[in-house]
């Protein structure tokens, strides 16, 4: 019986349903939903969007998405990756839902930003040049640290000039009390 699944399996990557039919079922289906979603091409007149044109758009940048084989295989490498860190999170929070967590409030501040943190790696890692568990980075994200320097000097002179009004310390202060509690006196 597994054997005959294998064969199955093999014989839809003969067809090329992972090179062509899913990348063009999922671009297809992400560009129709947004499209639907932002009601850019106006709605008729009793409110609902223009499906026919959003469908006939999304339809071009599928087929114009499969028509290039470097893409393809990009999101090849990609998205197994991506489907294991989403497997992942849903078990954390099924984790969390079994030991009686206070899902209901949320993580909170702290818990998003840490959330953040991990999922940026996460996809940093998905991006990677190999298909193994290896933290490898790409050549295309390296880190040039002088430009990263500047910008990060930039930045703090914008901060800066443009911060510094009484409302916006308040709203600092009350999330710095939510992160990390009252200061000690």
Do not use: C, H
Not at 157 to 162: D, E, G, N, Q, Y
Request: net charge positive.
């Amino acid at each position: 019986m597994p054997a005959d699944i294998q064969y199955l399996f093999l014989q839809l990557q003969g067809f090329g349903l992972y090179e062509f039919v899913l990348p063009f079922l999922l671009v297809f289906t992400i560009v129709f939903a947004i499209l639907e979603k932002i009601r850019i091409f106006g709605t008729r007149p009793n409110g609902e969007p223009k499906t026919n044109i959003n469908a006939v758009v999304a339809l071009v940048i599928g087929l114009f998405f499969v028509n290039n084989f470097i893409i393809i295989s990009r999101l090849n490498y990609f998205l197994p990756k991506i489907s294991l860190f989403i497997i992942i999170s849903i078990m954390t929070l099924v984790l969390f839902g079994i030991l009686g967590a206070n899902v209901e409030k949320g993580l909170g501040p702290l818990g998003m930003l840490v959330g953040a943190i991990i999922s940026v790696i996460f996809i940093y890692w998905s991006l990677a040049p190999t298909l193994d568990l290896d933290f490898l980075v790409p050549y295309w994200v390296q880190i040039y640290w002088p430009t990263l320097l500047v910008l990060v000097i930039i930045l703090i002179i914008i901060f800066s000039v443009i911060g510094g009004s009484s409302s916006s310390n308040r709203d600092w202060d009350k999330i710095r009390k939510s992160w990390f509690g009252e200061p000690p006196r």
